[in-house]
Structure formats: C-alpha cells, structure tokens
C-alpha cells in the first residue's frame, strides 16, 4: 500500500504522465481497440546476448540466429518516443551487463525522465565490486537478482552457472548499498519450477538472511518455448488477467517492436520497427487494432498466446 502511494506521488510530479496512466487504466479495462493513452509500461531489450543457459529460458530451446547489443544512440531514438512511461524494464532475453552502455542508458532516464521507475533483472553473474559501483550510482530503482534455487545442485540443473558466485555477489551488492545509502530495491527472484517446487518454502528466509529487500516468487514458468508444462503452475483465465496489448510495449535490441513479451525473436510477432516507424502508429496499425479488438471478444488470434501459461505471474 505504502509502496502505491508512494508511487502515485511521484507520478503526481509530471501531471502529463499521471493522466496518461489514468486514460490508459479506462482503456485496457474497457479492452478498447483504438488506444489513445501512449504506453505507459516499456520493456527494452538492451541485449539479446547471454551468459548462461538456463533450461526455462526461451533462448534455451529456440534457435536465435540473430545476437546483438541495443546501439546508445538507438536507445535515445527509442526513449524519445516514450516520454509518459511509468516504467522501464531493460531486459528482454539476455543478460543486461553484457551492454557496456547499460549504466549510461539508466542515467540518461533517470535524468530525463526522473518520474520513471527503472529496473532490471540479472542473472548475478557479473555483478562485479565495479559494476555494483556503477549500477548502484545510476541511480537504478530495482535489481531483480534471478536465484531459481537455495542449493548449488538446484541452480546448476537449471541455470547452469556458479551458485558460490552468485551469492557472493549479492551480497556484495547488498554490503555496497548499505554502506553507500543508496535506495535502490533489491530482490530475490525465484521462478517456481518443478525442479525447485520443494525449497519454496524457504526462499523468504533464505533471501533474509543473505539482506535482500524482498522476494519475488513467480509461481510457474511460461512453457511456451519447450519447457515441459509445469504440474505445479496455476492456470488462469488469459482474458481476464492479460494486458500485454494495452499495458506493455516490447521493443528487442534491434527496434523491433513486438506486442507481447512472451512473444519475442519470431518474425511473426513482430509489427514494425521502432526506429523506422513511430511507437504512436504502431500500436494503432490495422494489425494491432484487429489483435486487440479479436483478444476483447475472447478470440485469440496469436497461436502462441493459446499456448501461454504465464497468466500467473504476480498472482499469490
Ligand atoms: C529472461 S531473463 C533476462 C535477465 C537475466 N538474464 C536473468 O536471468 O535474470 C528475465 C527473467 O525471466 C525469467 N524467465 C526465463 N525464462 C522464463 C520462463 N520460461 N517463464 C518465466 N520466466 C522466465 C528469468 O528467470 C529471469 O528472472
Ligand atoms: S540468464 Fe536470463 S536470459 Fe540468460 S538464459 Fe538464463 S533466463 Fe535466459
């Protein structure tokens, strides 16, 4: 509740940004085809490189024939056209320190768009004493750390790197914040999957007493891309709980713009290119139009989305 709070606040600073979140709030309740609201959520692929393998990820099954590092001077085409975002995420399927520019892209928005909340998730692994240094004075919101285990067996069958290491390194980030003062949240990511179903009892104490800021538990992994159905994930109604086509903006390393974040590196979810076309005319296209107006009546028209099982993620 708190946290609400204090988000709406500092939404109130830029009264634009706050009656855009409001327009696009009516819009996606409404499941309205034509969108006047500009998006309020961005997910921004910074690279699409990694580090590691791990055995839920889309990279994992799929053949990606294309590799590459969002260009700075292409992030600062793509943000100039998203001035109202509530939030940026600089993720997208691979490991955000992999881009050297990573810590410069954060200042930028946080100078230039100071209302917006910035965050990423890493895989932990190269999160340096420098790169905490760097993280922590770009005046980053949130870092999600993704664990996925409490035990070195655990996180090797699924991801594959080194546990010690990844512990290490979160809390030394966690020592570097405290002793530094900064604000910036902390979290313990932990994907619920059938391999590590049996430790999520213990992933809030585990996560406390290495000094995390909170957990956050997503209870099932989407299956899309070739990881088994999980027997533990909770299945619920995609028309009722999703919003990607309303509430969130994809766009991958290379501008490609794509409707849902479950659906990136396929040609055939991708509906224009952000540094060739506006964000504005793209998200009113014929085509996103006719997916949005098709979703409303219940009718998907995105194979994939048929297929999606990752309705849970934020649910209790
Ligand atoms: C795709 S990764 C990118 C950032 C970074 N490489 C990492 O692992 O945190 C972002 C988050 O998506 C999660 N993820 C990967 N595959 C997933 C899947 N099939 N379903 C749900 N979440 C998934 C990861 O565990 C991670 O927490
Ligand atoms: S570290 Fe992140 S991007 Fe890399 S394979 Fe794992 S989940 Fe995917």
Redesign the pocket.
């Known amino acids: 509740m708190l946290r609400k709070i204090q988000r709406f606040i500092r939404l109130s600073y830029h009264p634009l940004v706050l009656s855009n979140c409001l327009h696009n709030y009516f819009e996606n309740k409404n499941r309205r085809t034509i969108l006047r609201a500009k998006p309020i959520h961005l997910i921004l692929e910074v690279t699409n490189r990694?580090n590691l393998n791990?055995i839920?990820?889309?990279r994992h099954n799929q053949k990606i024939n294309r590799y590459g590092d969002l260009e700075y001077t292409n992030f600062i085409k793509i943000i100039r056209q998203f001035k109202y975002i509530k939030s940026l995420n600089l993720?997208g399927?691979?490991?955000?320190l992999l881009n050297k520019n990573l810590f410069k892209m954060i200042r930028y928005v946080r100078k230039n768009l100071p209302y917006t909340f910035v965050s990423i998730?890493?895989?932990g692994m190269l999160l340096t004493e420098e790169n905490c240094i760097k993280l922590l004075d770009s005046g980053l919101q949130r870092i999600?750390i993704?664990f996925?285990a409490l035990s070195k067996e655990i996180y090797r069958s699924i991801r594959g790197g080194d546990f010690d290491m990844l512990v290490n390194n979160s809390k030394q980030l966690i020592r570097l914040k405290k002793n530094g003062g900064y604000d910036t949240q902390i979290l313990f990511?932990f994907?619920q999957m059938d391999e590590n179903y049996f430790q999520r009892d213990n992933v809030e104490r585990f996560a406390n007493n290495l000094g995390f800021d909170g957990v956050n538990i997503?209870r099932g992994?989407?299956s899309l891309?070739g990881?088994q159905p999980q027997k533990h994930s909770t299945k619920i109604n995609v028309f009722e709980h999703c919003g990607e086509p309303w509430n969130y903006t994809q766009i991958a390393y290379n501008g490609d713009w794509v409707l849902c974040c479950w659906q990136p590196l396929k040609n055939q979810f991708c509906y224009g290119n952000v540094l060739d076309t506006s964000i504005k005319k793209l998200i009113n296209s014929n085509q996103a139009k006719k997916i949005r107006k098709n979703f409303a009546q219940q009718n998907i028209l995105i194979k994939n989305c048929k297929k999606c099982n990752?309705y849970v993620y934020g649910l209790k």
């Open positions: 990694c791990c839920q990820c889309l993720n399927f691979g490991e955000p998730f890493t895989n999600s993704s996925d990511d994907n997503i992994v989407n891309w990881y990752y």
